[in-house]
T-cell receptor, first 112, second 114 residues
């Protein structure tokens, strides 16, 4: 929650290679860590999320890893495909009273 | 089940006018949050309503306001429109407030101020 930084802002990778996007947050009480994907002209949709009692979660080619000590979590996409081209947002939060803060987004482009 | 519905999809307004946008959440969701999305600015949080109460508000001027009805449907209003208000306005519904559960987004309302 509160201060959320996302890096890089743009990322271009060769099809088949891996992509990693990092989200850093300031509130140590954060306990929910989602990643949203927004394809061009479409609405953002959740692709994977993790809670603070878990260090890593994987779903086929995508995974999220959490480092609570360093206050960051990362999205990993392996064997990238053209349909992975999109803008990705993180949105860490900690309580139902918190503001909803999205990272600034990462535009991922997959080169054929 | 039906997704989040926003109306209208497109709007063109003149500077100085006001506008009202509507959002119908997924049945059973009590949280509705609103965002402004402009190119290069990501998703800027406007406000969130939960059970008819505003839970939080982003850093936007008082011209931006909202409300939520007893059926959880929400409206946002922008008064005295400025050119800079041109944007895609997205709403999202969730089971819980504060972004602690998955947010389901509507298709958005594209507002153009001329």
């Amino acid at each position: 929650g509160e201060n959320v930084e996302q890096h890089p802002s743009t990322l271009s990778v060769q099809e088949g290679d891996s992509a990693v996007i990092k989200c850093t947050y300031s509130d140590s009480a954060s306990n929910y860590f989602p990643w949203y994907k927004q394809e061009l002209g479409k609405r953002p949709q959740l692709i994977i999320d993790i809670r603070s009692n878990v260090g890593e979660k994987k779903d086929q080619r995508i995974a999220v890893t959490l480092n609570k000590t360093a206050k960051h979590f990362s999205l990993h996409i392996t064997e990238t495909q053209p349909e992975d081209s999109a803008v990705y947002f993180c949105a860490p939060s900690y309580s139902s009273a918190s503001k909803i803060i999205f990272g600034s987004g990462t535009r991922l482009s997959i080169r054929p | 089940k039906a997704g989040v519905t926003q109306t209208p999809r497109y709007l063109i307004k003149t500077r100085g006018q006001q506008v009202t946008l509507s959002c119908s959440p997924i049945s059973g969701h009590r949280s509705v949050s609103w965002y402004q999305q402009t190119p290069g600015q990501g998703l800027q949080f406007l406000f969130e309503y939960f059970s008819e109460t505003q839970r939080n508000k982003g850093n936007f001027p008082g011209r931006f306001s909202g409300r939520q009805f007893s059926n959880s449907r929400s409206e946002m209003n922008v008064s005295t429109l400025e050119l800079g208000d041109s944007a895609l306005y997205l709403c999202a519904s969730s089971l819980e407030a504060g972004g602690v559960t998955e947010a389901f987004f509507g298709q958005g309302t594209r507002l153009t101020v001329v």
